[in-house]
């Protein structure tokens, strides 16, 4: 049975793969942030992704590498820097120098979130990054192609849309993808006999699709799920939004400067809830200080 090392594996898409893909494969997971319990036929090492050495120890004897691991949202070039530049570069560096032919790269539709929603893109496209994150996605998948070209690495890159058992709003009816989906995919990035240096769009087969999924579907992708399903439930609720991010397909990423990280650690939530009520006290002692004045 194949070993397969997934980074960031404590995260939302780490723990739908860990449930599909349990019995298939002995899975070895990684995290800066400790993932308890373990099921069967699972190791847990923990690694921070600025430490080659850490990635040198998970990569050690794994047949494949599926990189998840690194900051998740848009956020300050101090926080993208570390995590998915420096992060990505350890963790395609550690998997080369232990001779790990096979890298799965969780790319993302915001290396390509500049383009309308009026437009379908494929595989070939220019990237476009909507974000710093973005261009970190971008810059992973330039590496992934130097890795397969210079090294002989064998690299699938997966512009995941969002990954959730329904989607979330409109946006997402066009990029959604069914854990389910997810996990058939990332198996074809693994087994595939013959992929030296691939870009697919890890979507379900939505009738809104803003993609052109050839690619996967050439490698034998055959999604079970569409969006369409929960789009009349969905949209009777949806509000308008900000007009920027209703032209793109990126969406916030286009305008905003920072999102929320869905994934900090215990410590940073901590302080940004401490931060939060300090900002909060703050408002509420101007706020009484001005109808005093008044
Ligand atoms: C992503 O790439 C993010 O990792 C995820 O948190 C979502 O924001 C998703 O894109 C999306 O576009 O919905």
Same mark, same amino acid.
């Given at each position: 049975?194949?070993?397969?090392?997934?980074? #960031?594996? =404590?995260?939302?898409? &780490?723990?739908? %793969?860990? +449930?599909?893909? /349990?019995? *298939? @494969?002995?899975?070895?997971?990684?995290?800066?942030?400790?993932?308890?319990?373990?099921?069967?036929?699972?190791?847990?090492?923990?690694?921070?992704?600025?430490?080659?050495?850490?990635?040198?120890?998970?990569?050690?004897?794994?047949?494949?590498?599926?990189?998840?691991?690194?900051?998740?949202?848009?956020?300050?070039?101090?926080?993208?820097?570390?995590?998915?530049?420096?992060?990505?570069?350890?963790?395609?560096?550690?998997?080369?120098?232990?001779?790990?032919?096979?890298?799965?790269?969780?790319?993302?539709?915001?290396?390509?979130?500049?383009?309308?929603?009026?437009?379908?893109?494929?595989?070939?496209?220019?990237?476009?990054?909507?974000?710093?994150? #973005?261009? =970190?996605?971008?810059? &992973?998948?330039? %590496?992934? +192609?130097?890795? /397969?070209? *210079? @090294?002989?690495?064998?690299?699938?890159?997966?512009?995941?849309?969002?990954?959730?058992?329904?989607?979330?709003?409109?946006?997402?009816?066009?990029?959604?993808?069914?854990?389910?989906?997810?996990?058939?995919?990332?198996?074809?990035?693994?087994?595939?006999?013959?992929?030296?240096?691939?870009?697919?769009?890890?979507?379900?087969?939505?009738?809104?699709?803003?993609?052109?999924?050839?690619?996967?579907?050439?490698?034998?992708?055959?999604?079970?799920?569409?969006?369409?399903?929960?789009?009349?439930?969905?949209?009777?609720?949806?509000?308008?939004?900000?007009?920027?991010?209703?032209?793109?397909?990126?969406?916030?990423?286009?305008?905003?400067?920072?999102?929320?990280?869905?994934?900090?650690?215990?410590?940073?939530?901590? +302080?940004?809830?401490?931060?939060?009520?300090?900002?909060?006290?703050?408002?509420?002692?101007?706020?009484?200080?001005?109808?005093?004045?008044?």
């Amino acid at each position: 049975m194949k070993t397969i090392l997934i980074t #960031g594996a =404590a995260g939302g898409i &780490g723990g739908h %793969l860990r +449930r599909a893909l /349990a019995g *298939k @494969y002995k899975l070895r997971l990684s995290d800066r942030r400790p993932i308890k319990p373990l099921a069967k036929g699972e190791s847990f090492v923990r690694a921070e992704l600025t430490r080659l050495g850490d990635l040198l120890r998970a990569t050690k004897g794994v047949d494949a590498v599926v990189h998840l691991g690194g900051y998740s949202v848009e956020g300050r070039w101090e926080d993208i820097h570390p995590a998915n530049i420096v992060g990505c570069y350890n963790a395609f560096e550690a998997a080369r120098r232990n001779g790990v032919k096979r890298f799965l790269f969780a790319s993302s539709n915001h290396a390509v979130g500049y383009y309308r929603r009026d437009e379908v893109i494929d595989h070939r496209v220019m990237v476009r990054p909507d974000s710093r994150y #973005g261009v =970190a996605k971008a810059f &992973g998948e330039a %590496l992934g +192609r130097l890795y /397969a070209d *210079k @090294y002989g690495m064998q690299v699938f890159c997966m512009r995941i849309g969002n990954v959730n058992p329904a989607p979330l709003d409109k946006r997402r009816l066009s990029i959604w993808i069914s854990p389910r989906d997810m996990a058939q995919l990332v198996e074809i990035g693994i087994e595939h006999p013959e992929i030296r240096f691939e870009i697919v769009y890890g979507v379900s087969g939505n009738a809104r699709s803003w993609y052109d999924n050839e690619n996967a579907f050439r490698l034998g992708y055959l999604p079970q799920d569409d969006s369409e399903v929960f789009a009349q439930a969905l949209l009777a609720r949806e509000q308008p939004g900000d007009p920027r991010a209703e032209t793109y397909q990126g969406g916030v990423f286009v305008h905003a400067e920072m999102i929320e990280n869905p994934a900090p650690l215990p410590t940073a939530r901590r +302080r940004s809830a401490k931060k939060r009520r300090t900002v909060g006290t703050a408002k509420k002692a101007t706020a009484v200080s001005k109808a005093k004045k008044k």
